[in-house]
């Protein structure tokens, strides 16, 4: 482990990774900090870029984005009230009111303080979690890895925001989406209606810039009328003394683990992470009172989080091939695009990379943290430049990276449906999230089905009889059933109000 | 009905028409051969649960009731906007796949009119989105030929 993180960190300091960090760190903060365009949108759009790049550092590359794009939201949530990504929209709650009370320096702070302690809270769990995990999930046989693609995909419907039920539309046509083309298994063509452009699928590409990127700047257009609301960003107070170290280290520590164990769950991202540690803090807190006024506590809480995220999201993508976000969807992508395969062997296939995105998790958080410190003035301006010029520009850049990827106009096509697809999905309130991670492992998902079922001549009784296999269904049917409980429990909840009310008239 | 529920009833239609599709499209694929589960039965059963839970979302956004609270004059969708830089998108990437202009032309002139259009044609914004769109088209031309050796669309 020593060896191959210490060979990762001398890799990554020099000149031309280390440049990588930081192209990637910095137009990450730059992307999170200019509302509408989302740290997704940035590593979808750049992965064309990385085709001719070494793997190693096409990965250094992007998560270095991955890192800066999650804090650099925390500047427009803060001083426009704009969350810059959404996993920053809890830090609006009370970053923008400390900011509107003249202290944005302070908040914004507290923030880049929690940030860069999230981060690296995350990153130990990452060094030392992965790995064994990775060995662990090498037993796993073709039911195993079938129940636990089903679990993720249940878990992230059920979590992600809004319907459950659109959530598991979503991902399910997601699945359905990556299906079309000659099935690797027979040979047989499907879903391609004779249309030979059909036989290689739809690549992941076109359709992930098509759902993020293109959808957003459509959503970006209609709104393009929205006033922003400018406060002059002061540094005084951005230091945080001792004493605020000391007041906020259990809150910043409790909030990262959060945040750690939100990002290992499959599918989860960096919003519900810091939703869940902002109501931990909130519940714990001395001065609840102050939740949403600015408190200093929510700002630290939410932003440790949704940074913790990062480092808990890489465990299960390094481990087991499972993305812990969107984001990490997008990285499997990439991995994928460079000939890697991932999955619980990538510690051995390809250890350079593995070890390269553990010590970029850790070079990235101290680049984002300094260039926070010393440049957020000058991002503070970025995020004002109009929309009416930026989005043109952004969407001839999505139709460059798309056309790169194979040099044909079909694909281009394919994005600006899915674009459309997109918004339209997102408008009628369902999560993009569960679609795309649907996409990338449906793949995954049948193979193993039917790998398992030659094994047992097209019996499925293993998923019954093998214990993780039996472990991860029931947790895939408890969690389809819990909104259903909460239903129920909340109608019996009124029926009895309602009946102690009729009780009282009478009496 | 409130716009998100409306948007939702038409999305689960499309959904279920592409449900539909899908079912129609897989009906002849032979089973398997050499293994028990043929590659049929997968989009077919995904087809079917996509369907079943849009009829779901359907029904529910068909019979839910409120309205949208009114909204801040400034904060109307401008869905003008939207409609038209969506058609001259459309429109810029069939030139480019008809070859009617060399990458960097065609780029500048999509990027004037889209920009332009956004801004009113006002006389201001003009100038600045000539100098942007002229220094995109062939600055983007620039780099992803000789920096990037990525090959472009048009010409």
Same mark, same amino acid.
């Given at each position: 482990m020593i060896e191959g993180l210490f060979g990762a960190l001398a890799h990554l300091m020099t000149p031309l990774p280390f440049l990588y960090v930081l192209i990637g760190t910095v137009s990450g903060i730059i992307v999170g900090a200019i509302p509408g365009l989302s740290g997704a949108m940035l590593i979808a759009l750049t992965l064309p870029l990385t085709f001719y790049m070494q793997p190693v550092n096409a990965v250094i590359l992007l998560i270095g984005m991955y890192v800066g794009s999650i804090t650099g939201g925390l500047i427009t949530a803060t001083l426009l009230r704009m969350p810059g990504t959404p996993s920053n929209v809890v830090t609006t709650f009370d970053g923008h009111p400390m900011a509107m009370a003249g202290k944005p320096g302070r908040a914004l702070g507290l923030g880049i303080a929690a940030?860069?302690?999230?981060?690296?809270?995350?990153?130990?769990?990452?060094?030392?979690?992965?790995?064994?995990?990775?060995?662990?999930?090498?037993?796993?046989?073709?039911?195993?890895?079938?129940?636990?693609i089903l679990m993720a995909m249940v878990l992230i419907a059920s979590v992600t925001q809004g319907s459950m039920v659109k959530g598991l539309v979503s991902g399910f046509l997601g699945m359905l989406v990556s299906m079309p083309g000659v099935d690797p298994s027979s040979g047989q063509p499907r879903l391609t209606w004779d249309w030979y452009v059909l036989?290689?699928?739809?690549?992941?590409? !076109?359709?992930?810039?098509?759902?993020?990127?293109?959808?957003?700047?459509?959503?970006?257009?209609?709104?393009?009328?929205?006033?922003?609301?400018?406060?002059?960003?002061?540094?005084?107070?951005?230091?945080?003394s001792f004493k605020d170290w000391r007041d906020q280290a259990f809150n910043m520590l409790r909030s990262s683990l959060i945040g750690t164990w939100v990002g290992i769950l499959p599918g989860i991202g960096a919003s519900i992470g810091s939703i869940m540690a902002y109501t931990a803090a909130r519940n714990m807190s001395r001065k609840p009172e102050e939740y949403?006024?600015?408190?200093?506590?929510?700002?630290?809480?939410?932003?440790?989080?949704?940074n913790a995220t990062i480092g808990g999201a890489l465990i299960p993508l390094i481990a087991m091939g499972i993305p812990g976000s969107v984001i990490d969807?997008?990285?499997?992508?990439?991995?994928?695009?460079?000939?890697?395969?991932?999955?619980?062997?990538l510690f051995i296939t390809n250890g350079d990379v593995v070890w390269a995105m553990i010590a970029t998790a850790l070079v990235a958080n101290v680049v984002m943290f300094l260039a926070m410190m010393g440049s957020v003035r000058l991002v503070a301006r970025i995020m004002y430049v109009?929309?009416?010029?930026?989005? !043109?520009?952004?969407?001839?850049?999505?139709?460059?990276?798309?056309?790169?990827?194979?040099?044909?106009?079909?694909?281009?096509?394919?994005?600006?449906?899915?674009?459309?697809?997109?918004?339209?999905?997102?408008?009628?309130?369902? !999560?993009?999230? !569960?679609?795309?991670?649907?996409?990338?492992?449906?793949?995954?998902?049948?193979?193993?089905?039917?790998?398992?079922l030659m094994m047992t001549a097209g019996s499925i009784e293993p998923i019954f009889t093998r214990p993780l296999?039996?472990?991860?269904?029931?947790?895939?049917?408890?969690?389809?059933?819990?909104?259903?409980?909460?239903?129920?429990?909340?109608?019996?909840?009124?029926?009895?109000?309602?009946?102690?009310?009729?009780?009282?008239d009478e009496a | 009905m409130t716009k998100t529920a409306r948007w939702a009833l038409g999305v689960s239609v499309f959904f279920v028409l592409v449900c539909l599709a899908v079912l129609w499209e897989t009906r002849d694929i032979p089973p398997g051969t050499f293994e028990p589960l043929g590659s049929a039965p997968v989009p077919q059963g995904t087809a079917l649960l996509v369907l079943a839970l849009s009829v779901v979302i359907g029904l529910s956004a068909w019979r839910s009731r409120g309205e949208d609270p009114p909204i801040d004059p400034s904060e109307r969708p401008h869905v003008v906007d939207a409609a038209a830089t969506a058609i001259l998108t459309v429109a810029y990437v069939a030139a480019l796949q008809a070859r009617l202009l060399d990458f960097a032309p065609m780029t500048t002139l999509y990027l004037f009119a889209?920009?332009?259009?956004?801004?009113?044609?006002?006389?201001?914004?003009?100038?600045?989105?000539?100098?942007?769109?002229?220094?995109?088209?062939?600055?983007?031309?620039?780099?992803?030929?000789?920096?990037?050796v990525v090959d472009l669309p048009g010409l």
């Open positions: 940030s860069f302690i999230g981060g690296l809270v995350s990153w130990v769990v990452l060094l030392f979690l992965a790995k064994p995990l990775s060995i662990w999930a090498t037993r796993f046989g073709p039911f195993e890895y079938f129940t636990l036989n290689g699928g739809l690549k992941l590409l !076109p359709v992930l810039i098509g759902i993020f990127a293109v959808s957003q700047v459509i959503g970006d257009i209609v709104t393009i009328g929205k006033r922003m609301e400018r406060i002059e960003t002061r540094v005084s107070g951005m230091l945080m949403g006024k600015g408190s200093e506590e929510g700002i630290v809480a939410s932003e440790a989080a949704n969807a997008i990285l499997i992508g990439a991995l994928m695009i460079h000939s890697i395969t991932p999955g619980p062997t109009p929309r009416t010029f930026l989005l !043109p520009v952004i969407l001839v850049f999505c139709i460059i990276g798309t056309f790169a990827l194979d040099n044909t106009m079909f694909d281009v096509w394919v994005m600006l449906i899915f674009g459309v697809v997109g918004y339209a999905m997102e408008r009628a309130g369902f !999560p993009l999230g !569960p679609f795309v991670i649907g996409f990338v492992l449906a793949p995954l998902m049948e193979e193993k089905l039917r790998s398992g296999s039996l472990t991860f269904l029931i947790i895939a049917i408890l969690l389809l059933l819990t909104p259903f409980f909460r239903v129920w429990r909340e109608g019996r909840a009124r029926r009895r109000a309602a009946t102690a009310a009729a009780a009282a | 889209t920009i332009g259009f956004l801004t009113r044609f006002r006389l201001r914004a003009l100038i600045v989105a000539a100098i942007v769109s002229a220094a995109m088209g062939w600055g983007a031309a620039f780099i992803f030929t000789r920096f990037f």
